[in-house]
Structure formats: structure tokens, C-alpha cells
């Protein structure tokens, strides 16, 4: 991974404030995010990771601050334009009860496309799902599904990519094949990548910075190898090394 490569920031965020029945839930101060890099959020429960990515896909508005997206500033209501540029794979994805080729060709007609036959097919190939192309959803294991939401996303060639537990409840030999995917990805379409994750084992594998949320703050970011092994503050070092209780 090209850990020290410089990279422009495709994010920025500055004070940015998420509220909820007048509850703040999450409260960045300032964070950025480099254009091309695959950054880890880390956090237990209810930390606020997954309401970033909402504000981070444009699903939500801020309640104050500012977010900056390719260096302009976000509106509360983003063109259409703009929110085609970013793509999320939820935890528990809604698939359509259809065949997997239909899931994976819907995005591309939702955003006004033709996809093709050929392009479907080279995207069932990337993710190992060629065998399951006339398949009904329902008749699809956790990893299956996934898989699916995960060729769904990548057949648009977003921007940015970003992934909500995109493992979680999978087994050892799935998320082997995600990870996989996720990093060739990154590899070969310079992808921006964030992804929000419990598995602290998972982020040290894929990113090349990390960050840890807790209760709506960000306490440290910081390349991967430095988050793991020489943080600066005493609560990440607990959470990476299990000790902290929550």
C-alpha cells in the first residue's frame, strides 16, 4: 500500500455536527479525507460511524458545519450529480426479488444507463458470482448477498466506495473473498474507500489510515501502522488492544 503517497483530499469536514431528537450523535471537529486512500473508521456501538457515512453519502444533512466534497462546499440538498459520485454497501443490503444479474444491472438503470450484457457479466465475474447469474435473491447465502450488493456498487464505478460492515456475520472464507475484492478494487480504479468497521483485525488489513470514533467524536487519525502500534492517546491503544470496555 502507498501509505506516504500524497494524495488531494476529496473530503473535508470542519465542525461538522449530526443532532438526533436533541441529541448530538456525532460531532467531527475537523477530519479529511484523501482522495484515493481506503480509510478505516473504528468504533464500538452507537459510536456514530454509521452516521458519518450517511452525511458522508449525502442520505442526511448536517445539523452544522461544513462538508466539502472534491473542494465545494456540500449543500444540504447535493445535485443528483454529485451523489452519483458516491456509492454505499450497507451492513444488511436490500436486494431486489430478482435474479442477481437484475440486482447488479438496477443501479445502472436507476442512474439512466443501458448496461449491457457484457458489462453485467465482466462485473459477476469480478466478485466470483458468474454461477449465480440467474439465481433468485432469496435463494442466496449471507456471503452470496453480499457479494451482490458489493458487484451492485462496483458496476458504477463510483468515486467513492463506501462500506458499512461490509463482513459482518460472514464467515472466515467469506471475508476473505470481500477483502479481497474490496482491495482489488482500490488497486485497480485508485477508489476512494471508506470503510466502517468493528473488526480492528480487518481495518489493519486493508487501510492505509484509521480513525476511532467515540460517542460522536473522533479521537485519533492516523496511518495504519502508527494507529496500531504507537498511538497518541491511551483510548485507542485500549480499543486496539481489547482492553477498553463498552
Not at 452525511?55 to 473542494?71: Q, V
Not at 458487484?151 to 472466515?172: F, H, I
Request: glycine residues 8%.
Amino acid at each position: 500500500m502507498n501509505s506516504g503517497a500524497e494524495y488531494t483530499k476529496i473530503y473535508r469536514m470542519r465542525s461538522l455536527r449530526k443532532d438526533y431528537d436533541d441529541r448530538t450523535v456525532l460531532h467531527i471537529g475537523s477530519l479529511s479525507v484523501q482522495r484515493g486512500e481506503i480509510l478505516a473508521i473504528v468504533g464500538p456501538s452507537g459510536s456514530g460511524k454509521s452516521t458519518l457515512l450517511r452525511l458522508l453519502n449525502f442520505i442526511e444533512p448536517a445539523n452544522s458545519g461544513k462538508l466539502y466534497f472534491s473542494g465545494r462546499l456540500i449543500p444540504a440538498n447535493p445535485s443528483l450529480a454529485t451523489r452519483r459520485k458516491v456509492t454505499t454497501v450497507f451492513q444488511n443490503p436490500q436486494l431486489l426479488n430478482r435474479s442477481v444479474q437484475a440486482n447488479v444491472a438496477f443501479g445502472l438503470r436507476l442512474r439512466g444507463g443501458k448496461p449491457t450484457k457484457k458489462q453485467v457479466w465482466r462485473t459477476l465475474e469480478r466478485v466470483g458470482i458468474t454461477n449465480l447469474a440467474e439465481s433468485g435473491t432469496r435463494t442466496l447465502s449471507g456471503g452470496e448477498r453480499q457479494r451482490v450488493a458489493l458487484a451492485r456498487a462496483l458496476v458504477l464505478e463510483p468515486e467513492v466506495l463506501l462500506l458499512d460492515e461490509p463482513t459482518a456475520n460472514l464467515d472466515p472464507h467469506d471475508v476473505g473473498l470481500i477483502e479481497s475484492l474490496i482491495s482489488e478494487h482500490h488497486q485497480v480504479h485508485a477508489a476512494t474507500i471508506i470503510i466502517v468497521t468493528h473488526n480492528i483485525f480487518q481495518a489493519r488489513r486493508l487501510a492505509q489510515r484509521c480513525a476511532l470514533l467515540l460517542e460522536g467524536k473522533l479521537i485519533e487519525v492516523a496511518q495504519t501502522e502508527t494507529f496500531f502500534q504507537t498511538p497518541r492517546d491511551k483510548r485507542v491503544e485500549a480499543f486496539v488492544n481489547g482492553k477498553m470496555i463498552y
